[in-house]
């Protein structure tokens, strides 16, 4: 009521300014720490086909602090269903930013790393893959040609899936997701606080029929001249045209020396197309000064058209999902956040996966030298080429590139295992 407040005095704006500011609201915040399980229901979906996956409570193989913690995937072939409920979020007039962070700390070749808002009421035990969502938002990969980020939105109960491309990360790091939605229809999608992808929910997603067609009752008028050129009129057939034979006889063409007219016949040689030869004579083209251009049919009102004001609402919002197919487990969540502020969520990206990003580079760094050298420790044939390398430092550049080769291949071999 205070706010209604008709007083012309400037000061109470002021004070509604900063009241708006201030309001800055968390709906859902989970950076998972102790207790984070009391949160969370893993559901039962998959789970009598023993397909349902265990998440690992870890802070991961490389991390930039291994006490902070998140979910990670920890079985190959395997569903993983997991969620949590909040209040009631209606952002209507306001902006909605739904962030999380993700790893594949596995090199994922063919998974998401998404997560899900859905609303309503949901049997949380139940959640799986049919349940229906308001929200899909995250990476997703699957071989050389699927590398994108999902931003799908449910409106009037379909799915609507973003219609600009937007790629994802693919490396082994933590990378930080956000989606924005404002209450001017226009969105946002950030990876590592750095802007992708922005615009319209009228033009980036086909959420209503299309606000102009073309008029279907409009017919090309019949004195619409839309040739660009037409045959010359002046243009006249060059005399014995018509004359010039397709084919000719082969003029290298010989009488094989054993031909008998008498039982052979009359020998004729073969014949070979005619260099001279241009085709049937056809005019040359000259510009149609009629031309008046190619046809449209205007554009009209769409009549199925019809705004709808509240079109990026979501009334009724209150679980955090996830909900995936992996063939090759080690994808890992954090940090997710639902709020209505976007400087906040900035704020949280920067201390969480901004503060631990370079420390952990270099723990996945560390991680993938041991690797490397377990691996050639355990094939004699690269320990002898490296041998050799330490007693011949000339050639040092050559042998290098050799074990590299050799490692390589190796690594094919296995893959084809
Ligand atoms: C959980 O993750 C840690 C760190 O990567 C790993 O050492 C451990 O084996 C994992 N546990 C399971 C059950 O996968
Ligand atoms: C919502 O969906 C119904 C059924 O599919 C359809 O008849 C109706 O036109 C849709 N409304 C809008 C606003 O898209």
Known sequence: MALHNKNPNFLPLFFATLFVFASAE???????????????????????????????????????????????TSEDYRFYAISAEFPPVNNKGKTLVFQFS????QKLDCGGGYMKLLSGDIDQKKFGGETPYSIMFGPDICGYSTKKVHAILTYNGTNHLIKKEVPCETDQLTHVYTFILHPDATYSILIDNVEKQTGSLYSDWDLLPPKKIKDPEAKKPEDWDDKEYIPDPEDKKPEGYDDIPKEIPDPDAKKPEDWDDEED???TPSTIPNPEYKGPWKPKK????????????????????????????????????????????????DNILVADDVEYAKKLAE??????????????????????????????????VEEDDDSDATDGTESDSDVKSDAESEEDAHDEL
């Not at 265990?54 to 991961?60: Q, S």
């Not at 993700?102 to 700390?105: A, G």
């Not at 420390?359 to 355990?378: C, G, N, V, Y």
């Open 351 to 384: 201390e969480t996966w901004g503060k631990n990003k370079d420390a952990e580079k270099a723990a996945f760094e560390e991680a993938e030298k041991k690797r490397e050298e377990e691996e050639s420790k355990d094939d004699p044939v690269d320990s002898d």
């Open 265 to 267: 016949g009359e020998w």
């Open 26 to 72: 968390v709906f859902f915040e989970e950076r998972f720490e102790d207790g984070w399980e009391s949160r969370w229901v893993k559901s039962d979906w998959k789970k009598d086909e023993n397909m349902a996956g265990e998440w690992n409570y870890t802070a991961g193989k490389w991390n930039g602090d291994a006490n902070d913690k998140g979910i990670q």
């Open 286 to 333: 000259i510009k149609n000064s009629n031309y008046k251009g190619k046809w449209n049919a205007p554009m009209i009102d769409n009549p199925d058209f019809k705004d709808d004001p509240d079109l990026y609402v979501f009334p009724n919002l209150k679980y955090v999902g996830i909900e995936l197919w992996q063939v090759k487990s080690g994808t890992m969540f």
């Open 102 to 105: 993700v790893k594949h700390e």
